[in-house]
């Protein structure tokens, strides 16, 4: 018996790519305003042309035919009209119908926390987990979730779908936040359409310093707190002074809070778990004589670590 192959993450990214997800084949292309065709009637080179999908969404430039539906129909649906429209001329004519240029739909544009900005061509119907995964999937600086800003009405709804236009009356923004953790779940996965701006918010730092293992920043996810933050840096050290961990807050051009917490209480429930906000800096002391390195000795460190050093030209 022949051992199963692993299914790599290769296989699901061409599976992806290759439109087979979830057991659904790839849809054939749904012309619209705008694309380019070209006609083809065998032994009729007078007949044969070139011609746009007007903005009426027909093919109305067909030598001696009246305008062709072509809107949200296919290349051979189309073929078959153009044939029996030039029966009434010729006899049994052979028609080829190629779609020359995809021009009714903006390509969906993909960018933030992920590891390539992108623009997706939108000749199917794709859903979002397929455009994060064409975009090389999500980077560490992901903050937890995906907005989806819509730009165009949908062109050719499916079966049973109503077609949502943009409100235009200033009444609503065509807006759709997702969570990251609904996606992977598999809870949430929203169809993207043409010209859909897909933006994953980047997580903004909190830094920790002082008497933790490991010090450094940590990037902001959901609504992160102070005990959490601190397991994140690997937890505080023995002689850490968790009676008094101070935290400095900065809100735009406010002058700067400090926050004094006991995180002993904290721990006994006798006092809530502080939110920490985007560049929160938390300073954990210890018992020592001296404390340690200052916080701002260590935020500079943080500040400079990987640093490149550029050349002046």
């Known amino acids: 018996m022949r051992p199963k192959r692993p299914f790599t993450m290769l296989a699901v990214l061409i599976c992806v790519v290759s439109g087979v997800v979830h057991g659904q084949q790839q849809q054939p292309y749904l012309l619209g305003p705008g694309d380019v065709i070209e006609v083809r009637v065998f032994g009729q080179h007078d007949l044969s042309a070139?011609?746009?999908?007007?903005?009426?969404?027909?093919?109305?430039?067909?030598p001696f035919l009246d305008p062709i539906p072509a809107k949200c129909r296919t290349a051979r649906q189309v073929q078959k009209d153009i044939a029996v429209a030039y029966n009434r001329l010729i006899k049994d004519p052979q028609v080829s119908v190629r779609v020359m240029e995809r021009n009714s739909r903006q390509p969906a544009t993909i960018s933030g926390a992920v590891k390539q900005n992108a623009k997706i061509s939108m000749g199917r119907k794709i859903r979002l987990n397929e455009v994060i995964a064409l975009a090389g999937g999500f980077t560490e600086k992901a903050a937890g979730t995906i907005q989806i800003l819509h730009t165009e009405s949908e062109l050719c709804p499916g079966p049973g779908e109503q077609p949502e236009a943009l409100p235009i009356d200033g009444t609503a923004i065509p807006l759709q936040i997702v969570k990251i953790s609904d996606l992977q779940k598999g809870t949430v996965n929203p169809f993207i359409r043409a010209g859909d701006l897909v933006l994953v918010s980047e997580a903004e730092p909190v830094y920790i310093t002082g008497s933790v293992v490991a010090p450094g920043a940590i990037m902001l996810r959901d609504e992160l707190t102070l005990s959490k933050a601190l397991a994140m840096a690997g937890g505080t050290r023995k002689e850490a002074k968790l009676s008094d961990i101070r935290i400095y807050r900065q809100k735009g051009n406010a002058p700067q809070t400090v926050l004094n917490v006991n995180l002993e209480a904290v721990k006994k429930n006798q006092q809530p778990d502080?939110?920490?906000?985007?560049?929160d800096v938390i300073e954990v002391?210890?018992?020592?004589?001296?404390?340690?390195?200052?916080?701002?000795?260590t935020l500079v460190g943080i500040l400079l670590r990987n640093t490149p050093v550029l050349p002046l030209r």
Do not use: H, K, T, V
């Open 274 to 279: 502080i939110i920490l906000q985007p560049y």
């Open 50 to 62: 070139n011609a746009q999908i007007d903005s009426d969404g027909n093919l109305s430039s067909l």
């Open 285 to 297: 002391s210890d018992n020592g004589l001296f404390g340690g390195r200052s916080w701002l000795e």
